[in-house]
């Protein structure tokens, strides 16, 4: 089937302008993980989605992060007064389940953003 | 906490030769081991995976890894590199209670003819 689908592939845009990044997850899968993947910082951890819980939000690194996920299935990330430090490749996963044991995430293409 | 820690972000090794990339891990909590693969302008791709159903992983391409606990270790090997394994691989450590995965800083393994 499908994979996770990341739009768009690569994000160019201005200091201080808003960007979405767009994440859809294998159809079925209840888990949704945000990371980002930053030259010299690794992969890290942003946000969270199970189910209908609410997100764990604990990675984001500033009020200028958010994210939402509609309808238990697609999510979009959202980078407000972009920094040139924001630049990064933001990959999206999702697993079947988080809720008890760790299933395997799968990962997207992710979205390259450079800000300008 | 949990942490991972990859020895070497370069590694080099000629066609044919073992592949060992390290991978140690820190978790007071039995732990759930993943190795992942990304190629160039690509996500991550799962390899292998430890949940503690057996010591000795085998994953996708040849590669296989061993949980050793008393040493904290989850190194990946592969008995004879193939041109086509040249990429970066990652590490990661998460658990029941910790859905969210802690990836190691990835290692670059460079394939030389």
């Known amino acids: 089937g499908a994979g996770v689908s990341q739009s768009p592939s690569n994000k160019v845009t201005e200091k201080g302008k808003d960007v979405e990044l767009r994440c859809d997850p294998i159809s079925g899968h209840t888990a949704l993980y945000w990371y980002r993947q930053s030259l010299g910082q690794g992969l890290e951890f942003l946000i969270y989605?199970?189910?209908?819980?609410?997100?764990?939000k604990s990675g984001l690194p500033s009020d200028r992060f958010s994210a939402e996920r509609t309808g238990g299935s697609v999510s979009t990330l959202t980078i407000q007064r972009t920094q040139q430090e924001d630049s990064a490749v933001y990959l999206c996963?999702?697993?079947?389940?988080?809720?008890?044991?760790?299933?395997?995430?799968?990962f997207g293409p992710g979205t390259r953003l450079l800000v300008l | 906490a949990q942490s991972v820690t990859q020895l070497g972000s370069h590694v080099s090794v000629s066609e044919g030769a073992l592949v060992l990339l390290r991978c140690n891990y820190s978790?007071?909590?039995?732990?759930?081991l993943f190795w992942y693969v990304q190629y160039p302008n690509q996500g991550l791709q799962l390899l292998l995976k430890?949940?503690?159903?057996?010591?000795l992983v085998k994953g996708i391409n040849g590669f296989e890894a061993e949980f050793k606990k008393s040493e904290t270790s989850f190194h990946l090997t592969k008995p004879s590199a193939h041109m086509s394994d040249a990429a970066e691989y990652f590490c990661a450590v998460g658990n029941t209670g910790f859905q969210k995965l802690v990836f190691g800083t990835g290692t670059r393994l460079l394939v030389s003819p």
């Open positions: 996963a999702s697993s079947s389940r988080g809720d008890g044991s760790v299933e395997t995430q799968y």
């Open positions: 430890y949940t503690s159903a057996a010591t």
């Open positions: 978790s007071s909590v039995p732990p759930y």
């Open positions: 989605f199970q189910g209908n819980s609410a997100p764990d």
